[in-house]
């Protein structure tokens, strides 16, 4: 199965990830960060296969000018 790919409004320490390689199941909260620079690689904790993507949000304009 393709990985799956979470957004990273979606993203937190209760998102269920598991892992089609091990069979490892268990929940996200490696990565605290709210941001990612494009999108970042959730890696199994136990044979370090890449089983999620955290995409960014989908920039939003109304309020632009006030983004930091
Ligand atoms: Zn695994």
Redesign the pocket.
Same mark, same amino acid.
């Given at each position: 199965m393709a990985r799956r790919e979470i957004t990273s409004a979606d993203y937190s320490e209760h998102t269920q990830l598991h $892992?089609? %390689? $091990? %069979?490892?199941n268990g929940a996200a909260g490696e990565a605290s960060e709210r941001r990612w620079p494009d999108f970042v690689a959730v =890696? $199994?904790?136990? $044979?370090? =296969?890449t089983?999620a993507t955290v995409v960014p949000e989908p920039p939003t304009p109304k309020s632009a000018a006030s983004a930091s």
């Amino acid at each position: 199965m393709a990985r799956r790919e979470i957004t990273s409004a979606d993203y937190s320490e209760h998102t269920q990830l598991h $892992c089609d %390689g $091990c %069979g490892w199941n268990g929940a996200a909260g490696e990565a605290s960060e709210r941001r990612w620079p494009d999108f970042v690689a959730v =890696r $199994c904790p136990t $044979c370090d =296969r890449t089983i999620a993507t955290v995409v960014p949000e989908p920039p939003t304009p109304k309020s632009a000018a006030s983004a930091s």
